[in-house]
């Protein structure tokens, strides 16, 4: 069934209504999953995968302002060793840095202990023991590296695959190749806790394609959505008799003029209902057990905790939260849900804001992984932990710190990431740095390479899925981007 | 008219010949958009009763192939909206409908073209297809985003231009080169702004040169995209993979910004002492009300006193300053320009040292030195012999009228853009812009003085003065798919208006649209944790206030990394890059934008508050008024009906609704309809 047929019916069914004075119920349901929804007019309409895809969603959490890597997630007992000399000049000769100064950086070992975890024995922080219990799903990439070394050009480079404002977000990319199962909720949704992301919402954006493909941000306060709620004064029922009204009026707009995209317009007020139902309805998590509750932390306070960095007390339940509202879309047929977190920028007190910062995290994600698992969500989710670079083995000592040693600057050379369900073979450590973490020592796999695994595993060529704009072929990989073939399951 | 078309032809066909002596191994100058334009016969055709310009000639000559009769002529209704829309952005008033519909004279239609075209709204309108090109915004990106306080300088520069009907060519030469001409007065220079919109990156630690390169290649690529339609900036790493662009070609493009130095020059604006004085007195007066409300609370020991004490800190910060307007320019660096091709694309490797120059393919560049500069690279693109300019230019135009450009991708010509829908009508109209040589119906018809070279107003006239786009919207079932994408132009297209048009609009029949044109733009409404959103709190949004708030969309302040939420849902373009067609999407979220967006529920109200305001009125007849507002027509009966009925079942609703309320959510439907949001 087509628009055009939709509309015939449309209005034969609203005259007869009109006269015994039913309201649109039966246009609802046309409208409904055989209807409107499904046709070729709805851009976000389900498409098929070019391949048989293993991950259906994805749930990306993106922790915002460079992780350390030498802190977290790859061990290096020889920095104890060498903590406190200086890098010889040949290894940093040709390097560019944000603030360390070249002349007098020191190596800086790790304060926290690694433990192994899982019966893959994964090593991995002894702060991050919930993320550890979920060891054996996970596949993590020691060996990621990127080009850029400051936040924004980073930030961009890991959500749109390219460093230059304007190009589409990854979930933008996967809603324009696979659309979106979901039809009372958007395909692409973003969920922020702790600082305010720095690039504003830029990288969320669906650039230069349809802005239906742009993530929309979820709010912890107010309305989820913007402009969810009727307006104040406006009552449930007035809203309805108004909309009722206003599907006719277009109804019979469109039977003068038709164009199919009044139908298509009728549809989106149809939507737009459903949305202002479903998600208040998805929001609500009165109806998650006070197990579940507990094993995501969402009552969770800071214990005392503090940062230097932003957010405040008030990241630990919302971030917690956020990850319990990630599964509930993704059940609810959500493709894509981005859950950024920041800020992890560890210039000085590294210390006691990474050990902040992991508090906050580690319990939701060890218990989402967990929860989808036993959900058998895992299976078809891809979920991934991702940052636009790491940090340096050196201190910091930008002049400013007046010979204060607390932290450590961006490091693209070689970081960490790792992911986890959806066809990702768990449990194993792809990739190596050398002895202090500075360079990669085998396998390096570069950000295009991880978005290409990433689509892949979506079922999607990476060189093949293509959006055309000003002339050019644009493609989530850029010009470049191999499958990393040691990811799959 | 033979005659002069013979003499066209050899024109063209002179500067083939002359530019074929350049021929580089590379060129490919069968494609058709690198042979210049040449004026061909005009087609016979059968029904020439409906031809109204030669545009029509070559329009119906295609239908008449097809064997499809075109669409009979729009209403005249119709016809107000649709000219108003596209040529100022507003919708028209009741009684210019009335007068118009009334007018029997032979020219009421022109005329009324001819008014829209003098009014300086038109500027506001074209203005904004412009800076979509010009990848407008008022903060210079990434992560600070820093405020360009003074960007608006440009876009009223815009404005001016396109009302006072700015030749094309000078047009182009001030943008590119203003700062170059001799005696460059200050407009000149803010006209070079255009390239100063690039985005900049200012957070701590980055290697500012980086950022400066990449200023240089969108400006390569960006003035590829505008003036010649080709994707030059595909050539930025490697030669392009499908025209015939070398890197070394992209990175002789890119030598002519390399010696550009970026440069604010003190450019007063002559509205700024009266903006000053009025934001001044209003500043003044709300001090003394701080002052005098909080010498009242403290006197009387109210605990509010702190709160009005915060405000009035907070209101201290605001004062006006008479701040000395700096437009943004450049200033030319004395050597000759030179640039380094970037290895790959990879600015830390540098290649092969290139001079100025322009793509092998095209005309060859006539400078004035030995070295050619940014102002031999503005007179370049418009030269007469330039086969892409002028047709890029009349696309453009083409595509804010029907839609959709001749050649549907404006911004490629290249190889890999799509062939144009009508090529003679294309190349007819690239010549008549540039000089309008041919007599047309019209002109014998009406008296009408022959056009001046390179003028848009002249060029929009003719236009929308054809049969062609006069003609119903109405889709034709009997084409739907034979020509699904309406190419033949057997009709004019429905089009959903643009973010800033809806909000203007929308305005307009809430009768609260402030039409102030120019100066600096306005930050309206934001809720706190989108305002959050700016920059990481590197500067505040603090909300416009009082008329201000209700200007038209053009002047809403943008910010490039929070981009004004109403505005992107309705797929307002994106400012980091140069955007030469918007998408029409239709989403759920702009149905919430529309139904609960604060300012388009107190559009709603505002309009139900007009209509509560007819004394002695008929449901009836404010339904009626209602959609004279806001549709230009009266309704029909069957949505009288429907309207009236809604209107009862209101009143029985379990809390019944006041009129007001009533009035409202009727307004609200009227502002919510598809065909209130569509230019018809």
Redesign the interface.
């Known amino acids: 069934m087509d628009a055009q047929d939709i509309l015939t019916l449309t209005r034969r069914d609203f005259l007869v209504n009109?006269a015994r004075g039913v309201g649109g119920l039966a246009f609802a349901s046309l409208l409904g999953a055989e209807g409107l929804l499904a046709s070729p007019?709805n851009?976000l309409t389900p498409k098929p995968a070019q391949f048989m895809p293993r991950a259906k969603r994805c749930i990306f959490l993106y922790m915002e302002g460079g992780v350390s890597q030498v802190d977290l997630f790859d061990p290096k007992p020889k920095l104890k060793e060498l903590d406190g000399q200086k890098l010889p000049d040949s290894m940093t000769e040709k390097v560019?840095?944000?603030?360390l100064q070249k002349d007098t950086a020191k190596l800086l070992a790790s304060p926290h202990p690694f433990r192994r975890y899982g019966q893959s024995g994964m090593e991995m922080s002894g702060m991050l023991p919930h993320l550890g219990s979920c060891a054996d799903d996970i596949a993590l990439v020691r060996s990621m590296h990127t080009e850029a070394?400051?936040?924004?050009?980073g930030e961009l480079l890991m959500y749109t695959g390219s460093q230059?404002?304007?190009r589409p977000s990854i979930g933008s990319w996967v809603n324009y190749a696979l659309g979106s199962p979901s039809q009372n909720l958007?395909g692409y949704v973003v969920l922020t806790a702790g600082?305010?992301?720095?690039?504003?919402?830029?990288m969320f954006?669906s650039?230069?394609m349809?802005?239906?493909f742009?993530g929309?941000m979820f709010?912890?306060?107010?309305d989820p959505?913007?402009?969810?709620?009727?307006?104040p004064?406006?009552?449930a029922?007035?809203?309805h008799?108004?909309l009722?009204?206003?599907r006719?009026?277009?109804a019979?707009?469109?039977a003068?003029?038709?164009?199919?995209?009044?139908a298509?317009?009728?549809a989106?007020?149809e939507?737009?209902a459903r949305?202002?139902v479903s998600t208040p309805e998805l929001t609500d998590l009165s109806g998650e057990s006070s197990a579940t509750l507990e094993a995501y932390g969402v009552n969770r306070d800071a214990d005392g905790l503090k940062t230097q960095r932003g957010g405040g007390p008030d990241a630990f339940p919302t971030f917690a939260k956020n990850c319990l509202l990630a599964r509930r879309m993704v059940e609810r047929g959500v493709r894509f849900v981005a859950i950024h977190h920041a800020s992890w920028d560890h210039h000085n007190d590294l210390d006691s804001d990474l050990l902040f910062n992991c508090r906050v995290t580690d319990q939701p994600v060890g218990a989402l992984l967990k929860d989808l698992k036993q959900r058998g969500l895992l299976e078809d989710t891809l979920v991934v932990w991702a940052s636009e670079f790491g940090r340096t083995p050196l201190g910091e000592n930008r002049p400013s710190f007046n010979g204060r040693v607390s932290g450590r600057d961006?490091h693209p050379f070689a970081f960490s990431m790792w992911m986890a369900g959806g066809g990702v073979k768990g449990g194993q450590v792809i990739g190596e740095t050398d002895e202090i973490g500075w360079n990669i020592a085998r396998d390096p796999v570069h950000v295009n390479d991880f978005h290409a695994t990433m689509l892949h595993l979506f079922g999607l060529n990476h060189e093949q899925l293509t959006y055309r704009?000003?002339?050019?072929d644009y493609r989530l990989t850029d010009?470049a981007g191999r499958v990393v073939p040691q990811l799959l399951a | 008219m033979l005659l002069l078309s013979s003499v066209s032809l050899l024109l063209a066909g002179g500067s083939a010949a002359m530019s074929a002596t350049n021929e580089a191994p590379s060129r490919t100058p069968q494609h058709w958009a690198f042979v210049p334009p040449m004026i061909a016969k005009t087609p016979s055709i059968k029904n020439q009763r409906w031809v109204r310009n030669e545009i029509d000639r070559f329009v119906l000559a295609r239908l008449e192939k097809e064997g499809v009769e075109p669409s009979p002529e729009a209403d005249r209704r119709t016809l107000i909206r649709r000219l108003s829309l596209d040529l100022i952005g507003l919708p028209p008033t009741p009684e210019q409908v009335r007068q118009f519909v009334e007018d029997c004279s032979l020219n009421a239609y022109v005329q009324l073209v001819d008014s829209l075209l003098a009014s300086p709204h038109f500027g506001e309108r074209w203005a904004r297809h412009w800076l979509d090109l010009a990848r407008y915004a008022d903060t210079s990106g990434y992560q600070i985003d820093r405020p360009r306080p003074f960007a608006w300088l440009y876009r009223d520069w815009v404005i001016d231009a396109l009302n006072d009907d700015l030749p094309f060519d000078q047009f182009t030469i001030e943008q590119l080169a203003g700062d170059l001409l001799p005696d460059a007065t200050i407009e000149q220079k803010t006209a070079a702004g255009f390239h100063r919109l690039t985005l900049m990156n200012h957070e701590d630690g980055t290697d500012a040169e980086e950022f400066r390169c990449k200023a240089k290649v969108d400006r390569a690529s960006t003035t590829g995209t505008v003036w010649l339609g080709l994707t030059v900036g595909c050539a930025e790493c490697h030669n392009h993979k499908y025209d015939p662009i070398s890197q070394r070609e992209f990175y002789q493009l890119y030598a002519f910004f390399n010696n550009a130095q970026e440069v604010d020059i003190p450019a007063p604006h002559a509205d700024d002492p009266a903006r000053f004085e009025r934001a001044k007195k209003a500043w003044n007066g709300e001090q003394s009300r701080l002052k005098t409300q909080l010498a009242e609370l403290t006197q009387a020991n109210d605990p509010k006193s702190a709160d009005v004490k915060r405000q009035l800190a907070r209101h201290r910060r605001t004062r006006p300053k008479n701040a000395e307007a700096k437009a943004e320019s450049f200033l030319e660096r004395t050597a000759p320009a030179r640039a380094n091709i970037h290895v790959r694309g990879d600015f830390l490797r540098k290649g092969e040292e290139v001079g100025t120059g322009t793509p092998g393919v095209l005309p060859p560049l006539k400078s004035r030195r030995a070295d050619a500069d940014r102002l031999d690279l503005a007179r370049w693109l418009v030269a007469p012999e330039n086969p892409l300019t002028a047709r890029v230019a009349v696309n453009q135009v083409w595509q804010h009228l029907f839609g959709r450009g001749l050649v549907n991708t404006s911004e490629d010509f290249g190889t890999r853009g799509e062939a144009p829908s009508h090529p003679e009508l294309l190349d007819w109209l690239a010549c008549e812009f540039k000089s309008p040589l041919s007599l047309n119906v019209q002109r014998s018809t009406f008296n009408v003085q022959p056009a001046a070279p390179w003028s848009r107003k002249a060029l929009i006239k003719l236009i929308v003065t054809s049969a062609t786009y006069r003609q119903a919207s109405r889709v034709r079932p009997e084409l739907q798919s034979r020509d699904p994408q309406n190419l033949w132009l057997a009709r004019q297209n429905r089009l959903r208006l643009e973010s800033e048009i809806i909000r203007d609009i929308s305005l307009a029949a809430g009768g609260l649209l402030n039409d102030d044109i120019g100066g600096p733009s306005f930050r309206p409404y934001l809720p706190e944790d989108v305002k959050k959103l700016g920059a990481a709190g590197a500067f505040t949004w603090t909300d416009t206030e009082g008329p201000e708030k209700y200007r038209r969309g053009l002047y809403i302040f943008a910010q490039r990394t929070v981009p004004y939420p109403a505005s992107m849902t309705f797929d307002q373009a994106d400012s980091s890059q140069s955007c030469t067609r918007r998408d029409r999407s239709n989403t759920p979220l702009q149905a919430l934008t529309l139904l609960n967006h604060g300012l388009f529920v107190e559009c709603a109200q505002s309009l139900g508050k007009r209509l509560v305001a007819m004394p002695q009125a008929t449901t009836r007849a404010r339904i009626a008024r209602a959609f004279e507002l806001c549709l230009c027509r009266p309704p029909t009966g069957q949505e009288l009906a429907r309207l009236e009925q809604l209107h009862r079942d209101q009143t029985r609703l379990p809390r019944s609704s006041t009129e007001a309320e009533s009035l409202t959510a009727l307004s609200q439907i009227l502002l919510n309809l598809d065909e209130f949001m569509t230019r018809e």
């Open positions: 009109a007019v851009p560019r840095f944000a603030f070394f400051n936040h924004h050009p230059l404002l304007g958007p600082r305010v992301p720095s690039g504003g919402n830029t954006s650039g230069f349809p802005s239906c742009g929309v709010r912890s306060q107010g959505v913007q402009d969810l709620s009727n307006p004064g406006v009552t029922e007035m809203r008799l108004g009722d009204a206003l006719d009026l277009n019979m707009r469109h003068v003029v038709g164009d199919p995209e009044i298509s317009r009728i989106s007020y939507l737009a949305m202002q961006h704009f000003q002339g050019r010009v």
